[in-house]
T-cell receptor, first 113, second 114 residues
Framework: AQSVTQLGSHVSVSEGALVLLRCNYS??????LFWYVQYPNQGLQLLLK??????LVKGINGFEAEFKKSETSFHLTKPSAHMSDAAEYFC???????????FGPGTRLSVLP | DAGITQSPRHKVTETGTPVTLRCHQT?????MYWYRQDPGHGLRLIHY???????DKGEVSDGYSVSRSKTEDFLLTLESATSSQTSVYFC?????????????FGAGSRLTVL
């Protein structure tokens, strides 16, 4: 069975500071990994995904994530936070074209001026 | 939300009444999903469909049923709504404009059961 944990339900950073949102997963097969962002009162939007190949993946809005198999992690980073990055972020895993996508509980990112 | 429409977007109902939420896609994707979103739980899968008349249960399927009589429509029914089913419901299709293995979500349906 797959599962996803996200350390920290709420993270606050100052504008211009590094953003680091943590995601760890468990999967019995090589996983596909995703980060989604949700702005208030909206649906989820794909930020980036890892399938195979390069372990450092770049997404929209300056975000990137690195797949580390040995650590079963897929942490999301952005070098410099903007006020517009304030949202909820969800990590998800899919077992390589399996039926289900399993989501973590989410991390709410606040960006302070 | 391109290609996915959820209706209604907001609904308030009373305990014990039936409720049907509709998800309509224009992308002709095979897989469709219903998730519910609750604080602290992320998104949890209710049911999914892998084709017309082909559906299966997710982790929180109790109290819910689904139907898919056409490729483009996936209906979620609460036969007798309870307060624990107050939630935001998201429909998703598997795929995007490039056909990739990702979920593309609708805008959500907020249901309040009084």
């Amino acid at each position: 069975a797959q599962s996803v944990t996200q350390l920290g339900s709420h993270v606050s950073v100052s504008e211009g500071a590094l953003v680091l949102l943590r995601c760890n997963y468990s999967s019995s097969v090589p996983p596909y990994l995703f980060w989604y962002v949700q702005y208030p009162n909206q649906g989820l939007q794909l930020l980036l995904k890892y399938t195979t190949g390069a372990t450092l993946v770049k997404g929209i809005n300056g975000f990137e994530a690195e797949f580390k198999k040995s650590e079963t992690s897929f942490h999301l980073t952005k070098p410099s936070a903007h006020m517009s990055d304030a949202a909820e972020y969800f990590c998800a895993v899919n077992d390589n074209y399996g039926q289900n996508f399993v989501f973590g509980p989410g991390t709410r990112l606040s960006v302070l001026p | 939300d391109a290609g996915i429409t959820q209706s209604p977007r907001h609904k308030v109902t009373e305990t014990g009444t039936p409720v049907t939420l509709r998800c309509h896609q224009t992308e002709n994707h095979r897989y469709m999903y219903w998730y519910r979103q609750d604080p602290g739980h992320g998104l949890r899968l209710i049911h999914y469909s892998y084709g017309v008349k082909d559906t299966d249960k997710g982790e929180v399927s109790d109290g819910y049923s689904v139907s898919r009589s056409k490729t483009e429509d996936f209906l979620l029914t609460l036969e007798s709504a309870t307060s624990s089913q107050t939630s935001v419901y998201f429909c998703a299709i598997r795929g995007d404009l490039s056909g990739a293995n990702v979920l593309t979500f609708g805008a959500g349906s907020r249901l309040t059961v009084l």
